[in-house]
């Protein structure tokens, strides 16, 4: 289980990477000074109401500065904790706005969906994120710092949408090429895992505090 949530990283989807997230903009100080403030937060993410603050202050955030990627981005560890799928859609929406490529930001709003239980929309995004990945992946070498990465992240969307003996096939390859033991853990703890495993497997271990 510990390997899933290693996983899920490389989604951005534990929000580890938050801080890692660089987009370049000059945004509103307000909305940065509001940002800074929904962090102090996040150690008492466990608490609803000290959540529901760092959304409040984020949701002024996002209003100062509509393109205030952080203040959309950091919104989403706080909807996520408080089940609040449907507004984490329209935070992600945002996001993929200022960020149309980036693979991993698909993924996670396709999560998103199925929490909802809208499966035609979680797959389209699933979809996106596979054919982003894939043209990356068309002219990228395996050297290249975060293929690992890319590979990963088209092996989940393979996963999500049920198309398991292709992921189980790349993941198998990747272990073959990689030099890194703890990838190669995390390789093979994603074969044989279907969609609802994943998803599933990620919440109720998340959910322990």
Request: overall charge positive; hydrophobic content about 40%; some cysteine.
């Amino acid at each position: 289980m510990l390997n899933l949530k290693i996983v899920f990283t490389f989604l951005a989807f534990c929000f580890i990477s938050c801080k890692e997230k660089k987009v370049k903009q000059k945004a509103n100080s307000i909305a940065i000074n509001l940002n800074n403030s929904s962090m102090e937060l996040v150690k008492y993410i466990s608490n609803i109401d000290s959540s529901q603050k760092a959304i409040r202050l984020l949701d002024s955030a996002t209003n100062f500065d509509k393109n205030y990627y952080m203040g959309y981005f950091n919104k989403l560890m706080f909807l996520n904790r408080l089940k609040q799928y449907d507004k984490a859609i329209v935070a992600t929406g945002n996001l993929i706005r200022l960020k149309p490529n980036a693979h991993d930001l698909y993924i996670i709003n396709g999560v998103f969906y199925e929490k909802i239980n809208d499966t035609v929309s979680s797959n389209d995004f699933f979809q996106k994120s596979l054919k982003i990945c894939n043209q990356i992946l068309d002219t990228m070498s395996s050297n290249k710092n975060n293929y690992e990465m890319i590979v990963m992240n088209k092996a989940v969307n393979l996963i999500m949408l049920n198309k398991n003996n292709e992921s189980n096939d790349l993941l198998k390859k990747l272990m073959e090429i990689q030099t890194n033991p703890e990838m190669k853990k995390i390789a093979a703890s994603m074969i044989g895992i279907n969609k609802g495993q994943l998803i599933e497997l990620y919440y109720s271990d998340k959910r322990k505090d």
